[in-house]
């Protein structure tokens, strides 16, 4: 017993190896990044409070407590409330074609929560997943966390190399599941081409494999193309996660995932022991601002924010990198991604932008075989015009002289 009465443990042999060191440092050391003060922080994907929905929240939540209704306040089904699911399948009906049926969608806490449902659902110890790489540093440790056998496929400018996949599988790999962002993608801002959605899908459905199609950033794209999504073009192939994070906002933790009901199914009684159901209050504040036609003009507002600030930060860029360093050009979401010329480790790059204050992610964690230190993620969608560009023209200096050997 210690002087305060407690116990001394031996907390090696008491904790667990699953969430150990490694698994999930990720994502924490990335939002404890992005919040100190003076810096010009390039780092967390964070939606601009901006697009936030501001005061007419107030009044939806008055009469939700006025209606006498108690939904919103109660527990409810595991699955999601009835309203809630209603709008839900209908948006996916507008938006991609097809209405889930009943046994094909589960409201989640958040997208996260979907990946995480996943992973308990279809993984056993030593299966192997496949994820494109880069990739979203949550899904990695989501999957990880089952003690899986994680394993890279790369992207190119055209979203995830199929004929790598292809390669990989004619093999004999057999993977249980692949994890891909076909939609302006983390961290890379790239998207799946439909030549490659086309092969994907049939892919999938001949060699057996379920395909987790995350659409985090579907909605925000910043021109008129919008290829079809993976679980339009294959429902019985494909379970679509997605999420209210980027549209809505994140603090009300609520997402969705649509697939085949013998998954869905499995989702929802995996859902039963970690959190029984999505916030209700949070469920019903969706759909009635939804139904309201609110969401639709709150995007409409954050892609001509995103966009504005994507057209700003690739200027600045172009005006401010050093021959050598690429990036590619995001159509949406939150992100650009650099490669480095050879010989520049973005590790090193990113504990001497701290001195200059700026900050951004390097590479490395993105990948779940520890490449990418020759690159790094630029998030713009938190970020004031004014520091976009003074945040390149530091970076600029620093890769200079990285380049040319300097501190
Ligand atoms: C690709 C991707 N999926 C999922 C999420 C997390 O979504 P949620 O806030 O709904 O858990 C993020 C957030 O950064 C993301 O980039």
């Known amino acids: 017993m210690t002087s305060d009465g407690t116990a001394t443990a031996e907390w090696g042999r008491i ?17 404890s990044l992005s919040g100190a003060g003076d810096v010009i922080s390039f780092s967390g994907g964070f939606p601009d409070p ?9 009044d939806i939540v008055r009469e939700l407590v006025l209606s006498g209704d108690a939904s919103a306040f109660q527990y409810g089904p595991t699955e999601g409330l009835p309203g809630p699911r209603d709008f839900i399948a209908g948006r996916l009906q507008d938006r991609e074609g097809r209405r889930p049926e009943d046994r094909e969608l589960v409201i989640t806490s958040g997208a996260i929560e979907a ?12 299966d192997v997943v496949l994820v494109e790489a880069p990739t979203y540093l949550g899904a990695i440790m989501a999957f990880r ?79 008129s193309e919008r290829p079809d999504s993976l679980w339009a073009l294959a429902p019985d192939s494909v379970v679509q996660v997605g999420t209210f994070s980027k549209t809505f906002f994140p603090g009300v933790r609520l997402g969705w995932a649509v697939g085949p009901p013998q998954v869905v199914t499995e989702l929802v009684r995996a859902k039963q022991v970690t959190d029984q159901c999505a916030g209700a209050l949070g469920q019903r504040l969706l759909e009635e601002y ?112 990285a380049m040319e050997g300097g501190a």
């Not at 990946?115 to 030593?126: M, S």
């Not at 890379?188 to 987790?212: H, N, Q």
């Not at 001195?355 to 970020?383: C, K, M």
Request: with cysteine; glycine share 10%.
């Open 115 to 126: 990946l995480e449902l996943l992973g308990k659902a279809c993984l056993d110890r030593a």
């Open 290 to 401: 939804g139904r309201r036609g609110l969401l639709e003009a709150q995007n409409e507002r954050a892609r001509a924010l995103y966009g504005a600030r994507c057209r700003l930060l690739l200027d600045a860029l172009e005006n401010e990198m050093p021959a050598g360093v690429a990036w590619t050009r995001p159509g949406g979401g939150f992100f650009t991604w650099l490669t480095l010329p050879e010989g520049v480790s973005a590790v090193a790059l990113a504990e001497r932008a701290m001195e200059q204050r700026v900050a951004f992610v390097p590479g490395p964690p993105f990948f779940p075989d520890g490449q990418g230190d020759s690159n790094l993620r630029l998030a713009f969608s938190r970020i004031r015009e004014d520091d976009i560009v003074e945040g390149a023209r530091r970076l600029g200096v620093m890769i200079r002289r």
């Open 50 to 58: 901006a697009t936030f929905p501001g005061e007419v929240l107030a």
């Open 145 to 223: 966390s089952f003690e899986t056998d994680v394993r890279a496929v790369p992207i190119d400018d055209d979203g995830l190399r199929v004929d790598l996949l292809e390669q990989a599988l004619s093999v004999g790999e057999r993977p249980k599941l692949l994890y891909t962002i076909p939609d302006h993608q983390n961290p890379a801002g790239v998207s799946l081409s439909m030549e490659r959605r086309l092969a994907l899908v049939d892919m999938a459905r001949r060699y057996g494999l379920l395909l987790i199609e995350d659409v985090a950033y579907r909605e925000m794209g910043f021109g």
């Open 15 to 31: 904790l667990a190896s699953r969430t150990g060191a490694g698994v999930g440092e990720g994502l924490a050391s990335i939002l």
